[in-house]
Nanobody, 115 residues
């Protein structure tokens, strides 16, 4: 069982940046970020394979967000630039036991972007 703990959320203004972190308690393969607004389905934000060589993004964040990982530290990052009010959500970290699944989930960190 791998525990995931997110950090770095907060309140920012439109156009500002935030960096989220997700610390994993053990080895993981594919990792990703998702977000959810109350009353809506969870939305995929970004994903990265263990090698770090391949990353992929949801259409709404392409060009603004960057996902990265440090396998030595078992940590996942999400650099969020040019934030918009519609990015407001609870952001969740996810990790897999292979490069084809997401099995573990964090408890989430709130990101609020004011206009």
């Amino acid at each position: 069982q791998v525990q995931l703990v997110e950090s770095g959320g907060g309140l920012v203004q439109t156009g500002e940046s935030l960096r989220l972190s997700c610390a994993a308690s053990g080895r993981t393969y594919r990792m990703g970020w998702f977000r959810q607004v109350p009353g809506k389905e969870r939305e995929f934000v970004a994903g990265i394979l263990r090698s770090g060589g391949r990353t992929y993004y949801g259409d709404s964040v392409k060009g603004r967000f960057t996902i990265s990982r440090d396998n030595a530290k078992n940590t996942l990052y999400l650099q969020m630039n040019s934030l918009k009010p519609e990015d407001t959500a609870v952001y969740y970290c996810a990790a897999g036991t292979t490069d084809y699944n997401y099995v573990y989930w964090g408890q989430g960190t709130q990101v609020t972007v004011s206009s």
